[in-house]
């Protein structure tokens, strides 16, 4: 890292973290959906796409393991709830499909404008990490936008059931921008231009979407923070808990 | 230092490789798969290979990483054999090459069309179908039974194949 002073270390390690900790939590709810998807084709997506993101969360995880972090397993299986980094949005249960389904729009989409802008990154291996992961995602927006499309224009149950997940979801979907403490550092180092960035983008793109969906952004929103600093909501510990029952009875355990 | 009778270079090791399958995709060596980036051989014969993902999330690149050590321990004279994995060359389908394409087309499985840089929705939508070679085929969904593969279906002969998805 001769390029990186501690501070730019510091920063880069607040990025990867939130990112790392995000797709390990989606990737677990996901998996959820295996043996209950509504056909077979959803129950295989979603599985499929839990599989990716847990992939791509080791890889990050290596990556904070370079910058002087714990191993992957370590860090994954041993924190506490207040170290994670996740948003609020993937936390929560997996609840009925049309919330599924929108989550993973607005989340998705934002992985995929995140991952376009770090390919820029001038922190290499995150760079090299975002252009595979970019090849990814276009499958997991592409399933997203197929169902929001045929689902907010299907019938009046179909078109209410999303436009109501997607009122829930909004606060959330905003709360996935909250803020760092390092925007300034990682944005003069360019390492990344930052969540603001990333949020007009992507609300540039959602919009465009949701529109073509006939689905409406409910307005006068307040984004729902706290996930990015270590304040969640009640439903982070109880996966906690039940995704390191394995590690916990056994650490060197092989699955 | 110690006398090794036979000298291997890059290109030998390259064909020793050619025998390690995908276990996933099993007609398919991991040299066709494109996956094997570098090949580095010293004087000694230790021999270092760097393998590059298909998918992040692939599960069957750990076990690919120790097949390939299995394999070229066996070769006599044989020094280290170091595998590490790196994202340095960023895989796609357009590295598998054109014995693997026809390899995936006997296996079943459609060969990805080549060149997708920026996907739209419809790439994968006439995937040719492996069985009748017709594009009056639809997708049925891009995800399958392993991450690398779409499922879909052939208006034609009226049956369901997969496909080898483009990245």
């Not at chain 1, 077979?40 to 997506?45: K, P, Q, S």
């Not at chain 1, 994670?84 to 404008?113: K, N, Q, T």
């Not at chain 1, 997607?166 to 550092?185: Q, R, T, Y």
């Not at chain 2, 054109?98 to 069309?113: M, N, S, T, V, Y």
Request: with cysteine; aromatic share 8%.
């Amino acid at each position: 890292m001769d390029f990186f002073n501690d501070k730019h270390v510091e920063a880069a390690k607040d990025l990867i973290y939130k990112m790392a900790d995000d797709q390990l939590i989606i990737g677990h709810r996901n998996s959820e959906w295996t043996g209950l998807g509504p056909i077979l084709e959803e129950d295989i997506a979603f599985s499929s796409m839990a599989q990716d993101k847990l992939g791509q969360s080791e890889h990050l995880y290596n990556l904070l393991h370079e910058l002087g972090e714990a191993d992957a397993d370590t860090v994954a299986f041993t924190r506490n709830e207040n170290q994670f980094h996740c948003c609020h949005l993937l936390e929560l249960p997996i609840g009925e499909y049309d919330f599924s389904l929108i989550r993973h729009f607005l989340f998705d989409m934002a992985e995929a404008v995140r991952f376009e802008m770090l390919v820029e990154s001038s922190y290499e291996n995150l760079a090299l990490l975002a252009k595979k992961f970019k090849g990814e995602i276009k499958y997991h927006t592409m399933h997203a936008n197929t169902w929001l499309q045929q689902l907010a224009t299907g019938n009046e149950e179909s078109k209410a059931r999303m436009q109501n997940a997607l009122n829930e979801a909004w606060p959330l979907a905003l709360g996935i921008f909250e803020p760092g403490d390092s925007e300034d550092v990682l944005k003069e180092a360019s390492i990344f231009e930052g969540e603001a960035v990333l949020e007009a983008k992507w609300l540039e793109e959602v919009t465009a979407l949701l529109n073509k969906a006939g689905l409406t952004i409910p307005a006068g929103v307040t984004a729902e923070y706290g996930g990015r600093k270590g304040k969640h909501t009640a439903h982070l510990q109880p996966l906690l808990d039940e995704m390191t029952e394995v590690y916990s009875i056994d650490p060197t355990a092989d699955w | 230092m110690a006398k090794v009778d036979t000298l291997y270079n890059e290109s030998d090791i390259r064909n020793f490789l050619k025998e390690v399958k995908d276990p996933e995709i099993p007609p398919i060596s991991i040299v066709d798969l494109g996956i094997v980036t570098k090949i580095s051989v010293t004087d000694q014969n230790d021999v270092h290979v760097t393998l590059t993902p298909t998918f992040a999330g692939c599960p069957a690149l750990k076990i690919m990483e120790d097949l390939v050590i299995e394999r070229l321990q066996k070769l006599d004279d044989i020094g280290e054999v170091t595998v590490n994995t790196s994202f340095e060359t960023t895989w796609t389908t357009d590295m598998i090459s054109e014995d693997g394409r026809k390899a995936l087309l006997q296996h079943g499985l459609a060969p990805p069309k080549q060149n997708v840089g920026y996907m739209e929705l419809d790439v994968l939508s006439d995937t040719p179908c492996p069985y009748c070679s017709s594009r009056n085929t639809m997708l049925k969904s891009p995800f399958g039974p392993t991450l690398c593969r779409s499922l879909h279906y052939c208006n034609n002969c009226k049956q369901a194949f997969e496909g080898f998805k483009p990245v």
